[in-house]
């Protein structure tokens, strides 16, 4: 019997189909996609989208990270390094305001009107985000530079930094502060679907996306789900827009993206968590078997057990005899020298000593090699994780903190423009509006403009040196050569804004010169050029030559 044959439209038998190679079982060409292979066999992970992955597997890695962060020193360590490095004691703008393009509107907008402007907006930004009450902060617990170390924690740990900028003019009363702009950071637990609902084609994990994929608002649970005292709050949900109408940032979200499409973070040890679970167990065995060797250095060893004896036994009566005449020779014997007890033995016993035997040795290969794989996992050196300088010198470490440094300013640098910089602009924009900064006639309204207004870049701690000789040699060789800055060499090395060191020498200079006292080296050099250059140019001078 002849097998059926298949028509296509024109009437036509159908071609027949090619067996692909896939269905073959060999890959094809890439020894990746083999089914067949020992390697490759039974290796199947999911294969979903960026929020198909993440969402449904928060909660446990989250969980998971914190508990290990707050146990851990390892893990502790190294997230605080990661903090210290990137954000440090306080993340402050560097305004820079576009004075080319805002020169389209009036060509007063030039560099001396930006320097005027920068100058202005520095002293508002720190009247506001260094106020010692803390009027910058809803909760009024932290400055602006606390805030923003604490949300750049919380990404590093759950994968998310979320904050509100609600708006109290209330608190603009006298004594309140002088704006009413605050900063209110919010828990990423109470990012979620309103009503626990699963992720849907316009919600993931509690941001409400358009049909582009871009978030236009968030929702909130009212209180955190673990609070056994959050009451009704636990069960109730508050939705804001990302944005005003005019474009001032409601909401503030960010995290470190690893796939096109995805909406929710992931936390820097997950990679790794297993493998950090793993040795944190291994630190506590090793740690218990120290301990019991140490409690059981040594011990008796007698020929009978009475207990045991006397109940298989019970009719020998010198095994009796001879197990109270131990007893009582042990209560008896107190001999002692300088505090010190001898040790005395009955007739037939001996002291034995516990050995230490088990395999240890293997446990600091097994240490470094999971710290490599934590150090590479959040973009450290493995000095840096361990806190071990033992085995580098200059050139390694330097090697190695610079490779660390790139990872660092790249972290810096997506934090401050997702998370620092819409709070900048929320807070510029009101700082305009109050306070009436240098404007030229024609100058553009703050919403029409932001993006020039409010451009800065933004300076945390420095990289500093490995050699403070060699590092900042280099750094004035440079400065000679054209290649840099004062402004970028005090930030980059240092941390520092270079008109705060221009202002502290001025001052430093003026304090020597009243007190007559011999200026330092780098201040005589300058009064020096300054003084032989009017007489260089007198015509007793040009004469003489």
Known sequence: MNAPVLLGPNGLPLPARRRSMASIGNGG???????????????????????????????????????????????SGSITRIVDSAVGADLRPAPKPDFRSLAWYSPAFDATWAAEFTSWAKGCWRDWAQDPACWCDAARQSTTGEQFQLSFRTMLTEGDAVATLPWRPERMAYGRGHYATTVALVEPDRLCNPNDMEDDATHRGGVEIDADGAAVRYHFRDGHPGDWYAGASGFTWSSYARETAWGRPV??????????????????????????????????????????????????????????????????????????????????????????RLPTLFPGEKINTVAANRPSGN????????????????????????????????SSAR???????????????????????????????????????????????????????????????????VDPVKEPTGSQLRMEMGVSTLEHEASENAGMDYEDVLDQRAIEVAAFKSRGLPLPSWAGAVAAAAVQAPANDSPQAGDAT
């Open 399 to 465: 090697a190695a903190l610079l490779e660390t440094w790139k990872t660092i300013t790249r972290r810096r640098s997506g934090f401050a423009r997702g998370f620092a910089q819409p709070v900048w602009v929320a807070f510029l924009e009101e700082a305009m509006e109050r306070d009436g900064p240098p404007m030229p006639n024609g100058a553009p309204d703050f919403a029409e403009m932001r993006g020039a207004y409010a451009r800065c870049d933004w300076r945390g701690p420095g990289r500093g040196w």
């Open 363 to 394: 446990y600091p290969a097994f240490q470094a090699a999971i710290l490599r794989n934590i150090a590479a996992a959040t973009g450290q050196s493995e000095m840096q994780v361990s806190q071990d300088w033992s085995r580098t010198n200059y």
């Open 29 to 75: 060409s890439y020894d990746a996609a083999s089914q067949t292979s020992q390697e490759m066999t039974g290796w199947m992970p999911s294969y979903r989208s960026a929020d198909a992955d993440v969402n449904p597997s928060r909660r446990d890695m989250v969980s998971r990270i914190r508990d290990l962060a707050r146990n851990d020193g390892w893990a």
């Open 251 to 340: 909401v503030v979200h960010y995290f470190e993206q690893d796939r096109i499409g995805q909406h929710r973070g992931v936390g820097v040890l997950a990679p790794v968590l297993s493998r950090m679970r793993m040795l944190s167990r291994y630190d506590s065995v090793e740690l218990q078997a120290a301990v019991v060797n140490a409690i059981l250095a040594a011990y008796i060893e007698s020929p009978f057990d009475s207990d045991l004896v006397r109940d298989s036994l019970s009719t020998e009566a010198e095994l009796s005899g001879y197990q109270a005449e131990r007893s009582k020779f042990h209560e008896d014997r107190r001999l002692s020298f300088n505090g010190v």
